[in-house]
């Protein structure tokens, strides 16, 4: 399910002439039952809406003056969400002759056309209030009040996430809260400007378009609207058009070589996701995204964290999430992750959330041998972001619900390959020429259309890999470097950049330029550090043939700080 609330306004659109007519209330009770909220957001004083609305009970919030009170009917609990103006402000209105004039909790409210009154008198008195036109009422609020913030007060009590939300208006006050959903819906009698801006408009007026809307929701949870205002940009085609990936309803598979780009695709894609508001939780079993700065990293080499931690950050629809598997031992990963991933889908079965799921090296924690129990996925895998170097050793079942294949690396074509022949399907025809670094071949596979290639767009902040792990931390054995020289005399292993810069500068200059002359420093920097802009530092040390051993050992170590903080 994607949409688990709807919110909408009352007056001119749920209601008609201030009163919400039967069939109307019985399509809400429905829309309840499914299990899906309603928040109510109006313009109104609460107390002038409770007299007119005493079936308030069916809506779990109501966000009341125009976003500057939030009202819980279980409990009737009331909440200002900004300061009143001075009383004196309503007095001077008085005072100029501004009648009718409605003073709630928060906003104070007349008819035009006294807006310019209230204008001058916000000016004269040197107060920061807003006005917000609403079909011929006038009303003012402190500065940056308005529906859209008071929508949101009440998405973060419920726990859920403006993407998982349909909302739907009339007037000119609803445009910023509308906005702010996913879906954005006008009835039949919404104004013009509204009408434009909203993604589907209702055949019904008023309570009947709600109704429409509801049934609509019910029956097809809105699948069937083609929403593009929220699609996220992978890179461009030869043409020049964009390649664009809905949020929503999608899985991708990332899959080439080691050092291709894979995690600078995924990580430019992950920023795009983030800009928007959408929620992710990144599976990082090897410690790749510990920087990542638009998440909270949990783990770390010496700690695993636990499924309720994770779960427990998740439940903030606003907070993503790097779950570090670096403390869990290798051989206990597998059934670790599956409880994870139970727990997670848990929640997105009761939020919709986190909108993706990203599984970093995915064939370690997926591998061929995966039967998961029955309950712990569903049977098609929506919103995951799957990241191999080996997408023939990932399990056929995670596989067959990829939507969206991504090749990069040298070879392109051995990727699609692997993924074909696993899933036993036709190996689609792609060029044989590797890719340079930024360079991806795409492919949706449950189309016609043939793969393409684009160019990626770079994450706007390059982050510097493994930071932390490969400075001080403990890489494995067959992913450290060793030290061993022209005849194999030396077994010097260094388990991370300290112990490296720290064997480079006692051991004799034959075995250092040894390795330096046949590439070994920057083939590890790319092949197990993975950090390709080292890598191409560190070649352009070692083609440098005149250097000394002692030059080229100052300029590697001088590579290796200028992208590492090593501890003193």
């Known amino acids: ?46 107390e002038d809406l409770l007299r007119a ?15 500057a009170l939030l009202y819980r009917p279980a409990t009737r609990e009331t909440k200002l969400l900004a300061a009143p103006p001075p009383e004196r402000f309503a007095q001077t209105l008085r005072d100029r002759g501004v009648a009718p004039l409605s003073v709630g909790r928060v906003v104070v409210a007349t008819w035009t056309p006294h807006e310019k009154r209230v204008l001058d008198v916000i000016r004269e008195l040197g107060l920061e209030l807003q006005v917000i036109f609403n079909k011929g009422a006038v009303m003012v609020l402190p500065s940056g009040v308005n529906k859209a913030t008071g929508f949101a007060a009440a998405l973060d009590e419920l726990g859920l996430s403006p993407h998982n939300a349909v909302g739907v208006g009339d007037a000119e006050n609803d445009h910023a809260f509308l906005n702010l959903c996913e879906c954005s819906v006008a009835v039949a009698n919404a104004l013009p400007a509204l009408k434009e801006q909203a993604d589907w408009i209702t055949s019904g007026s008023r309570g009947a378009g709600v109704t429409e809307l509801i049934d609509r929701l019910l029956a097809s949870d809105l699948a069937e609207l083609p929403l593009q205002r929220h699609e996220v940009v992978l890179g461009r085609r030869v043409d020049e058009a964009e390649v664009r990936l809905k949020p929503y309803g999608a899985s991708v598979l990332i899959a080439g070589t080691s050092g291709g780009g894979k995690s ?3 990580t430019g894609f992950l920023e795009r996701l983030s800009e928007q508001g959408y929620q992710f939780c990144i599976i990082d079993p090897e410690g790749d995204y510990q920087n990542f700065e638009r998440a909270v990293v949990l783990g770390n080499p010496s700690r695993a964290p636990t499924v309720e931690e994770a779960t427990q950050l998740l439940e903030k629809p ?39 799921i990203v599984i970093d090296e995915t064939h370690h924690l997926l591998p061929s041998s995966w039967a998961p129990a029955l309950l712990t996925v569903p049977k098609e895998l929506q919103g995951f972001l799957l990241i191999t170097v080996h997408p023939d050793h990932v399990a056929p079942a995670v596989l067959t619900s990829v939507d969206l294949v991504i090749a990069i690396g040298s070879t392109p074509q051995e990727t699609f390959r692997a993924f074909s022949e696993t899933l036993g399907e036709r190996t689609p025809s792609v060029p044989s020429a590797p890719l340079q670094r930024g360079e991806a071949i795409a492919w949706w596979r449950r189309t016609t259309s043939e793969p393409f290639w684009f160019r990626s767009i770079p994450p706007r902040m390059e982050r510097l890999r493994h930071l932390r792990k490969y400075a001080e931390g403990e890489l494995p054995p067959d992913r450290s470097f060793y030290f061993r020289g022209p005849n194999g005399k030396l077994n010097l292993r260094a388990q991370n950049l300290i112990f490296f810069l720290q064997l480079a500068e006692g051991i004799d200059d034959e075995t250092w330029l040894y390795h330096l002359r046949r590439g070994d420093y920057s083939r590890w920097f790319r092949q197990m550090i993975k950090d390709d802009q080292l890598a191409a530092d560190a070649a352009g040390v070692e083609a440098a043939g005149d250097l000394t051993a002692k030059e080229s050992r100052a300029r590697i170590r001088e590579k290796v700080e200028a992208r590492y903080t090593l501890p003193a």
Do not use: C
């Open 53 to 67: 609305f005493p079936q308030i009970d069916l809506f779990e919030r109501v966000v009341a003056e125009n976003g």
């Open 1 to 46: 399910m994607r949409y688990y609330a709807l919110a909408t306004d009352y007056d001119g659109t749920l209601a008609t002439d201030g009163r919400v007519d039967e069939s109307t209330l019985d399509a809400l009770k429905r829309l309840r039952n499914s299990g899906r909220r309603l928040i109510l957001v109006t313009g109104r004083e609460l």
């Open 264 to 266: 600078t695709l995924a």
């Open 318 to 356: 606003n907070q993503n999430a790097v779950i570090n598997l670096l403390g869990v031992a290798r051989e206990s990963r597998p059934s670790y992750f599956e409880g994870l991933l139970a727990a997670i889908m848990a929640l997105r079965a009761r939020t919709g959330r986190p909108h993706w």
